[in-house]
């Protein structure tokens, strides 16, 4: 019992059940937090996003040029990738947390952006082997 | 196969298991800590189920061998985050000195706070009562000095997937004895349920830091980099 008292256990009790989801989500979402952002703004330079930012068009963008290379290269997309989406963009739609729910689904294009980069460069690599 | 045995062996089976993560290619230097930490941690399994069979589950020879390996083992892990810490630190222009003399300040203040409060309000010191305080208040600082140090990670932007995996492994680690001992504190009748769920949250946490060591880096396509990122 934290300093032999009961008040202070359920205090520690509800703070590490909140610590504890925490990490929950974060050893989940990890690699989202990890992508290189920078990789949005090249397929912009490139002309293959729109040059104006819009954020649930961008990734539905990356998402279906991804379906559609994606098989081809061996290349699994996450299942649950796209249900996070959906839950940013209901509260996107609902405006929660506007900013946070704005940056995640920044981080969740980039992160699907790098997928896309991957999957290009397998599909150089299969088309020409010499490389 | 007795209950305990078997938990005994899954435990055992997980800590090896992620022992033998640690000698995976592309692992920095945070490895040799870890794997410390993890021998520690077998050793302690094997101490106290031998402790176990030879002095049965009342006695006063497990408690010590129990409560006293057990600490050395959360103990030891705290100085694993303390040492990821200073690798996350080292690549970025900040600095932190004396992160380890801080660390130890903080455990034997915690430690010497929870006996004098367990001596003076139940008026001596039985190894149950010390131990079972210690354990919930060492699990609680784990919990919330790996999550400091993830949310530090997160400011200074450090990367790799392996090192934020692993400190988010002993945040999970730590939490998850916090609530067992949190719930054991408030509802005593838990405690029959703690027998249990103390080696599985432990068999979890063992399978949570092999799998953060052992899954390599997402593929990076080339000329993409990482601001700075920490081998782990």
């Known amino acids: 019992m934290i300093f032999d008292s009961e008040w202070a256990s359920v205090g520690a009790l509800i703070f590490a059940v909140f610590g504890f989801g925490y990490a929950v989500l974060a050893f989940a979402h990890v690699r989202i937090d990890n992508c290189d952002m920078k990789e949005l703004a090249r397929l912009r330079a490139e002309g293959i996003l729109p040059e104006k930012v819009e954020l649930i068009r961008d990734f539905m963008a990356i998402h279906r040029k991804l379906d559609e290379i994606a098989p081809a290269v061996y290349l699994r997309q996450e299942f649950w990738i796209q249900v996070y989406f959906q839950v940013l963009r209901f509260a996107h739609w609902m405006e929660w947390r506007a900013r946070f729910v704005e940056r995640e689904l920044t981080k969740l294009s980039a992160y699907q952006a790098n997928h896309y980069r991957t999957a290009m460069i397998r599909m150089e690599r299969l088309q020409n082997p010499a490389l | ?232």
């Open chain 2, 1 to 232: 196969m007795s209950v305990s045995l078997t938990i005994w062996l899954s435990v055992c089976s997980a800590t090896t298991i992620a022992i033998a993560t640690t000698w995976r290619r592309g692992l920095g230097e945070v490895r040799y800590f870890v794997r410390w930490y993890l021998l520690a941690a077998l050793a302690e399994d094997c101490a106290t189920h031998f402790a176990l069979l030879r002095f049965g589950y009342r006695s006063a020879e497990y408690k010590y061998v129990y409560f006293g390996a057990d600490l050395a083992v959360v103990v030891i892990g705290f100085f694993v985050l303390a040492r990821l810490v200073e690798l996350a630190f080292e690549k970025s222009s900040l600095r932190l000195p004396g992160v380890r003399a801080i660390a130890l300040l903080v455990f034997t203040g915690l430690a010497i706070c929870s006996a004098v409060v367990v001596y003076m309000l139940r008026g001596g010191l039985s190894t149950g009562t010390l131990g079972l305080e210690l354990e919930q208040n060492f699990s609680f600082l784990g919990m919330v000095l790996a999550i400091v140090l993830f949310a530090v990670i997160n400011v200074i932007q450090v990367e790799g997937v392996r090192f934020r995996r692993l400190v988010l492994s002993f945040s999970l680690l730590y939490g998850a004895g916090a609530i067992i001992y949190s719930l054991t504190a408030i509802v005593p009748q838990f405690r029959e349920v703690t027998t249990y769920a103390v080696p599985i949250t432990s068999l979890a946490g063992m399978l949570l830091i092999a799998y953060s060591l052992w899954v390599p880096e997402p593929e990076m396509a080339p000329g993409l980099t990482r601001r700075f990122e920490v081998a782990a």
